[in-house]
């Protein structure tokens, strides 16, 4: 079947009890069983239920995964999947990154004994130079956060199999709809929910699709000791948003692309980083690997004063946090998303005071650009 007829009916078929063609939240806690250790498979709600097990089929098909399992947070996925490795395992990770992750990894994890590298997973050289021999994983967002720096997938998934190494890609920027990480050659795949698979920016939620069943295995046993699993009103949520995602993607990538040429163009911009633009350095990878461009940009005004002005006087663009929802979002990285970053690393890694990252949603692209131009004439 397309990707579209996936999103739409698998893990989503009519209850056979009543045969109404939308799933119902199964809102319980625990459930009886039928006698002493016989149950319908199902016993209780954080270790499984049937709006979880729904929404990982879906999952696990659209990525074209062995399984999937989703979570109460894409941090808490993450989280997990970092959890895979052991104290003295080395871990290369997008320099970058999203700025909850360097938290997690700086704050938390590396007291636990892991070891890791910020690299440009861009250079596929730089990641091969990085690796050492208690290297376990490479994890790679591609585009990264705010940078829309891409990562080769099939070129460092080449590296990671030569040499036993995990390859784990969070695909939140893209969704399966633009990109396929798995078929490229990566282990493990990761979202963050909350964007572009639910939509609407009325959920959160996380998700790891694997390939191996040794990682599905070790992946369900953390979920479930650790109780991060996701419950059933969000599940329903996010598998209603899924059903909507090829046409989304559509218009999100449309939208995406006008945005970032109107910004290209405009005198008061410094520079645009977005892939689906010839002037990106990694145009050609975006073409190879990726089914459309998406909708995050970002774009650089040159003074944190500059960014201040813009924010401060969008109007169809609504200022917050988060991005992937059907609304356009802006925001300022330096002080929203990546805020736990040291301001040296912000500046060294490309997030610099001017920067201003949007998510452009599939409003009239003709109202986003107006709202932009009259924002700018502010600058």
């Keep these: 079947m397309g990707f579209a007829t996936d999103a739409i009916h698998v893990g989503q078929e009519p209850d056979p009890a009543t045969g109404a063609i939308v799933a119902p939240i199964y809102q319980t806690s625990t459930y009886v069983q039928e006698e002493f250790g016989k149950t319908k498979g199902y016993d209780y709600a954080r270790t499984a239920h049937p709006n979880r097990r729904a929404l ?43 700025g909850g992750v360097y938290r997690l990894l700086t704050q938390l994890l590396g007291q636990f004994g892991l070891a890791f590298d910020f690299v440009d997973t861009g250079d596929v050289p730089a990641v091969k130079a990085a690796i050492r021999p208690e290297t376990r994983m490479i994890y790679a967002e ?27 890609v969070d695909n939140t920027f893209l969704s399966p709809y633009c990109q396929q990480p798995l078929a490229l050659g990566a282990h493990i795949v990761v979202h ?30 953390l979920q479930r000791s650790a109780g991060a699993g996701l419950g059933p009103m969000d599940c329903w949520l996010v598998s209603r948003g899924i059903k909507t995602l090829a046409v989304r993607m559509e218009q999100h990538n449309a939208n995406g692309m006008d945005v970032a040429r109107f910004l290209a163009s405009h005198p008061k911009v410094k520079h645009v980083n977005y892939p ?96 932009l131009d009259q924002a700018l004439a502010r600058v």
Excluded at 73 to 85: E, N, P
Excluded at 147 to 162: E, G, N, Q, Y
Excluded at 297 to 314: M, P, Q, T, W
Excluded at 337 to 366: N, Q, Y
């Design 56 to 98: 990982e089929r879906c999952l696990a098909k659209l990525e074209g995964g062995a399984g999937a399992f989703v979570f109460n947070s894409g941090m808490a996925a993450i989280d997990t999947v970092f959890r895979l490795l052991r104290p003295g395992d080395h871990l290369i990770v997008s320099r970058a990154v999203y």
């Design 192 to 221: 963050s929910m909350t964007k572009y698979l639910n939509g609407h920016s009325d959920a959160v939620g996380g998700a790891v699709i694997l390939s191996r069943q040794e990682d599905m295995d070790r992946v369900y046993f």
């Design 142 to 168: 591609t585009p990264t956060n705010p940078t829309m720096i891409l990562t080769d997938i099939a070129a460092v998934a080449k590296l990671a199999r030569a040499r036993e190494i995990t390859l784990v």
């Design 276 to 371: 689906g633009l010839e002037s990106h350095p990694q145009h050609e990878l975006a073409l190879r690997q990726q089914r459309g461009f998406g909708a995050m940009i970002s774009f650089d005004l040159g003074s944190l004063e500059a960014a201040r002005k813009l924010l401060n006087h969008v109007r169809v663009c609504s200022l917050a946090e988060s991005l992937g929802g059907v609304e356009t979002l802006i925001s300022h990285p330096g002080q929203m998303t990546h805020a736990s970053m040291p301001a040296e690393f912000r500046e060294k890694v490309g997030i610099t005071e001017g920067l201003v990252r949007i998510s452009v949603g599939i409003e009239d692209v003709a109202d986003l650009i107006a709202d």
